[in-house]
């Protein structure tokens, strides 16, 4: 079983930055996925970013240029660096792992962007 603890979220107005990181309970291997989901109020829930082998990364196109995810395999951990953030990345984002064909979600953490 593998839990995520997502931190950093919070409240920033538009063009502000923030930068949230996931840690896993367990042993989380380069092979495997990690990355950041989001799902805003009365929407369906959408991939932000997502990040396998340290490379083969990919981006929802509205955040292309504004935000990059990373990883420590070292710690376990995936970021997000959120930069120029609009009062639309509004929701709250969930780490994601993905581990021998099935999925880990964390409890999701806030980012409310003020216009």
């Known amino acids: 079983q593998v839990q995520l603890v997502e931190s950093g979220g919070g409240l920033v107005q538009t063009g502000g930055s923030l930068r949230l990181s996931c840690t896993a309970s367990t042993t989380i291997f380069a092979s495997d996925l990690m990355g950041w989901y989001r799902q805003a109020l009365g929407k369906q829930r959408e991939l932000v970013a997502t990040?396998?082998?340290?490379?083969?990364?990919i981006y929802a196109d509205f955040v292309k240029g504004r935000f990059t995810v990373s990883r420590d395999n070292a710690k376990n951990a995936v970021y997000l660096q959120m930069n120029n953030l609009l009062p639309e990345d509004t929701a709250v984002y969930y780490c994601?792992?993905?581990?021998?064909?099935?999925?880990?979600w964390g409890q999701g953490t806030q980012v409310t962007v003020s216009s």
């Open positions: 994601t792992a993905k581990q021998i064909g099935r999925n880990y």
């Open positions: 990040l396998r082998g340290g490379r083969d990364a």
